[in-house]
C-alpha cells in the first residue's frame, strides 16, 4: 500500500509527540532554566506584552538547535534594526505563545514585519524549541491574513527532506492568508554554502523591503547592543568575577543551596555538570590519527541516561587559538583585565556571566575557532586598523571567488584572518562589544553514549575521534575544538609522550575542572532498543558510528547476565581503514561474542586492506540473504555515523537486497524501506 498523506501526518503527530515527551522537562524546559531571557518585565509569555513594553516594531523568531539559526537571527535583527531605523526584537521560539500572532499588527503601532529563522532535525523534524510553535500554528491558528513574514530555512541538502521546516512553516502561514515578503530562503550547510545563501536572500529581501514595506535605508554603522567596561577596582583574583565557570551559579555559590545546586543539580542544558572523567583511553594504533575512548561518572548527581541517548560536552578553547585572538585583537597584555558586559537593549540577553574578563569570553564563551565568514569580514571591515587593510577586506568581503580562494581554502579562522589581512598588525579599533556580538556562542558538542545504562548506570562512555587534518599548501593543523580537548586529557590522565596539536588549561576556572572535570549534560535520543529483548537487531555502525552499537551489546550481555531466556540476534557491521589501526574495541567483541553465543555477530569492512575498498554497505550486501531473513523475524535496522554518504549508501543498498531476496519492484522495496522508517524499525543517529 502506498503511503498516503495520512500516514505522514500521523507519522508527524507521533513524532512531534515523541519529541515533546523525550524533551519534557530536561532539554529547553523553561520552568527550571533560570538564564531563559526574560524579555517582558513582568516575565510574561504575551508577545504582544513584549513587544509593547519594549518599543519594538518587527520580529525576528528563530527555531534553533545547535545555534547556528540563532546566530543568524541574531544579525539579521541588528542588520535589519541598523539598516531601516526599526527597532526590532530577536527571540526564541519557546520564550513566547503564538496564540495572539494574528493580532501582532494590529495592536502594536506601526509593526512591520516577522522574518523566521528555520533550522530542520533529525528526518525533518522542527528543532526542539519549536515543537510547540508549530502545533499551535498549524492547529490553532485559523486566519493570518494581514501578517507580514519572510523566512530563512537553515538545513543541510544532504538529507532527504531538505529545510523541511522553512517550507513547512511558509506553506502554513500563506495556507492562512498571511503575505510573504521575498523568497523562502534556503540556507545549506550540505553544501558548505549557508553563509552565501544567507547573503543573497538577505541582500535580495533588503532591496524588495524597501519598495513593499516603504522602507528607508539609513547609513549602517555598529550600534552596540551592550556596552564593555573595564572596571578597575576588581581583578581576577576577585571571587564574584567570572572566569569561565559553565554558568553563573558556579561563580561564588554563598548559600548552602547553590553548594547543593553544584553538586545534586538538577543538571541541564543551562546547567552543566562538571563531571569527573575517571578513565580515558586512545582507542587507535597510530602515529597521527587519534580516537578517544572517555568515562564520565555522573554518580550523585540526577542525572540519568538510557542506552542510545547523547552527552553533551562543554569545550573551551585552546592555549594557542585563544593567544592568537587576543593578539589579532591587541588585548594580550589586558587579557586579565576585568571587565563588566552590560546589555543596551532591554531584550537582548548577553549569555556570559559578568563581572569577567577578555581572556575568559574569547576562552570559555565564543566559538573563536572554526571558518571565519564572509559576513563577518563584511562587518568589520569598518573597524581596519588602516587603509590598506580595509581595502584588502572589502575586496574579499565583495568577492566571493576571492573569499574562497585566500579565505575559505585556507581553513582560516577569524584571527588568522584578521592577522593575515592586517599582515600582522593589530585590530584595536574593533569594539570587543563587537567581538561578543559577532561571534557565535560556543555550543556543546554531541556524542553517542557508547555505553549501557543497564550495565553502567551512571557512568557515561563516550567514542570520540580526533578532528585533526592537515590539507596541502596549507600552513597549519585544522583542529576541532572538544576532541582535542578530550585528547589533551587522555594525554595527561595517562601520562603519554604526544606532540599535541593544541594545548588546553584543564584545570579550569579556579582549577574547578582540575583532577579530570568537564561540563555536561544529557540529551535524550528516540534511538532505542526494541523494547522486547527478543527481537532481533541490525546495526551498521562504521568509524565512530559504533558507538551507540558498543552500548546496545553492552547491554544484551547485561541482560543475559541478568538471566533474560530470550536474545534476540545481533548482527553488527562495522567498518574502518583497516583492522590494526583504526578497529575499535577490537578486543571487546571476541568478550561480548563469548558472552552472547550465537546471538551475536560481527562483519567487518576494511576498506584499506584490498585493492578494491570494501565498505559496510558491501558486507551487508553480501550478507543479504541473513539480513533479510532477520527482517522477516521481525528485526530493527539502525544506521549510525556519517550522514553524507555512508547513511545514504546504506539505505539504497537495503533497497537493492529487498528487490533481489524478495522479487519486489524497486518502487515496492523503497516502500518497504520507507514504512520501516516510520514505523521505527529502522532508525538512524548520524550527524
Ligand atoms: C547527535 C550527534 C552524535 C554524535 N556522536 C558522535 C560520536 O559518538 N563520536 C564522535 O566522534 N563524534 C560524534 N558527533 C560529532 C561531534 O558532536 C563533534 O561534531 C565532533 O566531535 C567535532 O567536534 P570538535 O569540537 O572537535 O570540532 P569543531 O571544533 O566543532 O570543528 C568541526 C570541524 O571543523 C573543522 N575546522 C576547524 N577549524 C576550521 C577552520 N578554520 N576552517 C575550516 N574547518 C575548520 C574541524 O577540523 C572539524 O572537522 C556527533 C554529533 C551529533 C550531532
Ligand atoms: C542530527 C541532525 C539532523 C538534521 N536533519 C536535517 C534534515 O532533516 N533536513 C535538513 O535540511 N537539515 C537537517 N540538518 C541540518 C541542520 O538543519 C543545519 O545544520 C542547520 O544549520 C542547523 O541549525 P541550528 O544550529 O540552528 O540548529 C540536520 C542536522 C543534524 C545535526
Ligand atoms: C484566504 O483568502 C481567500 C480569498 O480571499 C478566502 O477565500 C479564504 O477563505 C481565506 N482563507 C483563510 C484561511 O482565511
Ligand atoms: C595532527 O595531524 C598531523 C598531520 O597529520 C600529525 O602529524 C600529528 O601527529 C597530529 N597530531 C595529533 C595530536 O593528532
Ligand atoms: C601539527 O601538530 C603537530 C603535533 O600534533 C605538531 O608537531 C606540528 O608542528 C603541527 N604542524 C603545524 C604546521 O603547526
Ligand atoms: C557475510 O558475508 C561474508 C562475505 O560474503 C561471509 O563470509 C559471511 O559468512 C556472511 N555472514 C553471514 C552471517 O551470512
Ligand atoms: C551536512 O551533512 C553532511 C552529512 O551529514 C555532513 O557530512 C556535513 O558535515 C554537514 N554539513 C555541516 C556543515 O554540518
Ligand atoms: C532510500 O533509497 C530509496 C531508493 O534508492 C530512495 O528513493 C529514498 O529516497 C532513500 N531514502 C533516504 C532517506 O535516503
Ligand atoms: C508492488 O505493489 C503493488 C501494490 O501493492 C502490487 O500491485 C504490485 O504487484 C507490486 N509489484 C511487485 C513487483 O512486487
Not at 205 to 231: C, R
Not at 381 to 400: I, R, W, Y
Not at 648 to 674: C, H
Amino acid at each position: 500500500m502506498p503511503l498516503d498523506t495520512l500516514d505522514l501526518s500521523v507519522l508527524a503527530a507521533i513524532v512531534v509527540a515523541l519529541i515533546v515527551f523525550f524533551t519534557k522537562g530536561t532539554l529547553w524546559g523553561k520552568g527550571d532554566s533560570g538564564s531563559s531571557t526574560p524579555v517582558s518585565s513582568s516575565g510574561s509569555r504575551d508577545l504582544i506584552e513584549a513587544l509593547n513594553e519594549n518599543d519594538k516594531k518587527a520580529l525576528v523568531i528563530y527555531g534553533s538547535q545547535t545555534g547556528t539559526a540563532e546566530d543568524y537571527a541574531h544579525k539579521y535583527a541588528k542588520e535589519f534594526q541598523a539598516r531601516f531605523g526599526i527597532p526590532t526584537m530577536c527571540i526564541d521560539m519557546s520564550d513566547f505563545d503564538y496564540d495572539n500572532l494574528p493580532d501582532v499588527f494590529e495592536q502594536v503601532m506601526g509593526f512591520k514585519l516577522i522574518t523566521f529563522f528555520m533550522a530542520t532535525y533529525g528526518e525533518g523534524e522542527p528543532t526542539d524549541n519549536a515543537v510547540d510553535f508549530f502545533e499551535c500554528v498549524e492547529n490553532e491558528l485559523v486566519d493570518l491574513n494581514g501578517l507580514k513574514f519572510s523566512c530563512f530555512g537553515l538545513g543541510n541538502s544532504t538529507y532527504e527532506f531538505y529545510n523541511a521546516m522553512g517550507k513547512r512553516l511558509t506553506q502554513s502561514l500563506l495556507e492562512k492568508n498571511a503575505t510573504m515578503i521575498g523568497e523562502l530562503g534556503l540556507g545549506d550547510d550540505g553544501a558548505g554554502s549557508m553563509d552565501e545563501d544567507y547573503l543573497a536572500w538577505k541582500d535580495g529581501l533588503f532591496d524588495l523591503l524597501k519598495d513593499s514595506l516603504n522602507l528607508e535605508e539609513k547609513e549602517v554603522s555598529y550600534e552596540p547592543s551592550l556596552k564593555v567596561t573595564e572596571v578597575s577596582d576588581l581583578t581576577i583574583e576577585d571571587k564574584q568575577v567570572a572566569l569561565g565557570e559553565p554558568n553563573a551559579k558556579y561563580v561564588n555559590p554563598k548559600s548552602d543551596d547553590d553548594i547543593a545546586l553544584l553538586t545534586t543539580g538538577p543538571f541541564d542544558h543551562t546547567h552543566p555538570y562538571l563531571a569527573p572523567i575517571t578513565h580515558t583511553k586512545e582507542l587507535f594504533h597510530s602515529k597521527d590519527r587519534h580516537c578517544v575512548h572517555a568515562e564520565f561518572d555522573l554518580s550523585g548527581t540526577n542525572l540519568k541516561y538510557s542506552t542510545g541517548d547523547h552527552i553533551a560536552i562543554w569545550p573551551s578553547n585552546s592555549d594557542e587559538k585563544v593567544a592568537t585572538l587576543l593578539k589579532a585583537l591587541g588585548l594580550t597584555s589586558k587579557k586579565d583585565q576585568v571587565i563588566d558586559l552590560k546589555s543596551l537593549d532591554s531584550t537582548f540577553h548577553i549569555p556570559i556571566p559578568t563581572p569577567t574578563t577578555y581572556e575568559t569570553v574569547i576562552r570559555h564563551h565564543l566559538e573563536i575557532s572554526g571558518p571565519v565568514s564572509r559576513q563577518f569580514l563584511k562587518s568589520v571591515v569598518q573597524f581596519s586598523p588602516d587603509e590598506t587593510t580595509h581595502k584588502n577586506v572589502l575586496s574579499l568581503g565583495d568577492d566571493k571567488d576571492l573569499f574562497h580562494k585566500e579565505v575559505t581554502s585556507q581553513y582560516l579562522n577569524i584571527a588568522d584572518a584578521l592577522l593575515k589581512l592586517s599582515k600582522g598588525s593589530a585590530w584595536t579599533k574593533v569594539p570587543f562589544a563587537f567581538i561578543i556580538e559577532s561571534i557565535a556562542h560556543i555550543q556543546p558538542r554531541y556524542y553517542s553514549i557508547s555505553s549501557s545504562s543497564l550495565s553502567e548506570k551512571q557512568t557515561v562512555h563516550v567514542t570520540a575521534v580526533v578532528e585533526n587534518e592537515t590539507y596541502p599548501n596549507v600552513d597549519h593543523n585544522v583542529t576541532g575544538v572538544a576532541t582535542n580537548l578530550l585528547l589533551n586529557i587522555a594525554t595527561k590522565q595517562n601520562k603519554n609522550e604526544l606532540a599535541l596539536a593544541q594545548h588546553y588549561d584543564l584545570d579550569g576556572p579556579r582549577n574547578k575542572f582540575s583532577h579530570f572535570k568537564l561540563p555536561v549534560h544529557i540529551r535524550r535520543s528516540t534511538f532505542k532498543l526494541p523494547s522486547n529483548p527478543a527481537t532481533p537487531i541490525i546495526m551498521i555502525g562504521p568509524g565512530t558510528g559504533i558507538a551507540p552499537f558498543r552500548g546496545f551489546i553492552r547491554e544484551k550481555v547485561k541482560q543475559r547476565a541478568n538471566g533474560v531466556e530470550k536474545i534476540g540476534k545481533s548482527l553488527l557491521f562495522f567498518g574502518c581503514r583497516n583492522s590494526n589501526d583504526d578497529f575499535l574495541y577490537k578486543e571487546e567483541w571476541v568478550d561480548y561474542a563469548k558472552k552472547l553465543g550465537d546471538s551475536f555477530e560481527l562483519i567487518t569492512a576494511f576498506s584499506r586492506e584490498t585493492e578494491k575498498k570494501v565498505y559496510v554497505q558491501h558486507k551487508l550486501l553480501a550478507n543479504a540473504s541473513k539480513v533479510n531473513e532477520l527482517l522477516n523475524e521481525g528485526a530493527f535496522f539502525y544506521v549510525c555515523g556519517d550522514a553524507s554518504r555512508m547513511a545514504r549508501d546504506v539505505n539504497n543498498t537495503l533497497v537493492k537486497i529487498l528487490v533481489q531476496e524478495r522479487g519486489l519492484s524497486e518502487e515496492n522495496a523503497t516502500e518497504f524501506v520507507k514504512k520501516l522508517r516510520v514505523s521505527n524499525r529502522y532508525q538512524e543517529d548520524v550527524w
